[in-house]
């Protein structure tokens, strides 16, 4: 039974995209050989793509692919040389139904922890910074090698040294490959949550894979811990803000969120960002920036916007994580709700917790020209033009000077 | 695993001194969770000497190799399950208050 190829390629792909995590986890748990678990997991996707033409698609592909794996898993070891009681230890645990039957329900709690299990050791903060995004679009992710190192502008055989360096620290180091413990648990889940929201920062300006696989990580781990009102908040921000990724830059430049055009808004992101907001019961960091970005949201003009209450959100953002950038912002909001001269004082007061950031004198300039007072304002976006590198940003500041001066 | 901890000091420690007994109390609370710990304090650096063999001919220098303003105040052995409970368990040295820690893990090499 020939498969026409398009239509292998795109189950391919969609069971890569809902699988991957849980067949490499599995096969990590059962080798406990990180590189040798994506390696023998690639080869399975690779088989599939090779023979699924000819034969046509099983009828359980993802279920035909995690015994792909562990097959190719096996195979490997066996090359390798590894002793035939480790390879009969391996063969038991599939016998008694741990592994390879994807769907069969008494044992799906075990592979979703497996899935869980690994994004927590991906995310563990022993492991520099980016090895830790690395790890997670690699072995979570299923991104390969060459993916990751383009998107963040390394050459390949960095990204692939750091991959290995991260795998061998984990054996090292012993890093443990489990779901932290109650006591640890929400400290290290804010750590996998800053892992995927700067993968989704990473991808939002230009490189839309990134930000689609954050997506589907956070998606993940809301799945996964389904009671975690901060993974539900992550998730609902990053839809927000994906939702305006369409309407964000006109002919290369940034618009602000007043500036974008709202018929642009995705009103699927939206709806989904709404609702999974609504399901969160706590108010922790991300819960409340995802507020924020409903109040955007749900508006239809700037001057529409609800902005008594995003005032009252930085209130409660800043008791919980205090910082002069979200003063900045609130501010801001204050010289939407109250007129330009209250956010005017409030940032002149900021002013020398943030000498140098370029968003103060924009923000500045902002407010000055609302206030009729343009040859300030003007100068103000001059001093933002000089602290600014990124040519959107720049264009934006430009765009506004040449208004101002027109 | 087996972790050799380097009990350094640091340019931005908490505010504070170590109260006695502290160190007492973190020995035992290891020796009550069966981690098994070996270490002690080092002399101060003005009495370290270092030893080079260059060209066959002994180098021998007071203090230490390289001049810096941190320096190692002692070292424990710790016997763990594994680094999330080194951590856990170190987190709890008085002097990761008032110092800090290096966990490195040990390299055994079976001769």
Known sequence: ????????????????????????????????????????????????????????????????????????????????????????????????GIFGEVGMPTIETDIEDD??????????????????????LRTVAGLTVAEIASAFLVPETTM????????????????????????????????????????????????????????DLATAVVDLMPLESEARGL??????????RGARVSGGELLTIEEQDRSFWDAADIQRGLAMLASARDRGAYVLQASLAACHARASSAETTDWRRIVALYDELLVRTPSPV?????????????GPDAGLALIDALEPRLLGYRLVPAAQADLLRRAGRTSAAAARYREALALTTDPADHAQLERRLAELEA | MEYMLFIAS??????????PGEIQAWVEEGRQRGISIRGDRLRPIEDATTVRVRGGELLVTDGPFTESKEWIAGYDLIECTDLDQAIDYVSRHPMAKFGRIEIRPMWPLDL
């Open chain 1, 326 to 338: 979200i003063e900045l912002n609130r501010a801001i909001a204050i010289g939407m709700r109250d």
């Open chain 1, 235 to 244: 998730l609902a921000l990053m839809l927000l803000q994906n939702s305006r």
């Open chain 1, 115 to 136: 899935r869980l299990r690994l994004i927590f050791t991906c995310c563990h903060p022993a492991l520099p910074l980016p090895a830790r995004v690395a790890l997670t």
């Open chain 2, 10 to 19: 640091d340019q931005n420690p908490e505010p504070g001194v170590e109260q």
């Open chain 1, 1 to 96: 039974m020939n498969a026409d190829f398009a239509a292998v390629s795109g189950v391919v792909a969609a069971v890569h995209r809902a699988e991957w995590g849980r067949i490499v986890s599995g096969l990590i748990r059962l080798t406990g050989d990180w590189a040798l678990a994506e390696d023998a997991a690639q080869d399975a996707f690779a088989t599939a793509l090779e023979r699924w033409p000819e034969g046509g698609i099983p009828g359980n592909p993802a279920a035909w692919l995690a015994l792909t794996a562990r097959n190719k898993a096996i195979d490997r070891l066996r090359s390798a040389g590894t002793e035939r009681r480790k390879l009969g230890e391996i063969a038991a645990l599939e016998e008694v």
């Open chain 1, 160 to 215: 692939a040294q750091r991959l290995v360096r991260a795998r061998r620290k984990i054996e090292n180091a012993g890093i443990p490959y489990r779901i932290p413990p109650a006591e640890l648990l929400e400290e290290r889940l804010d750590g996998v949550l800053a892992v995927l929201y700067l993968v989704f920062n990473e991808g939002y300006s230009s490189r839309s894979h990134l930000a689609a696989t954050a997506l």
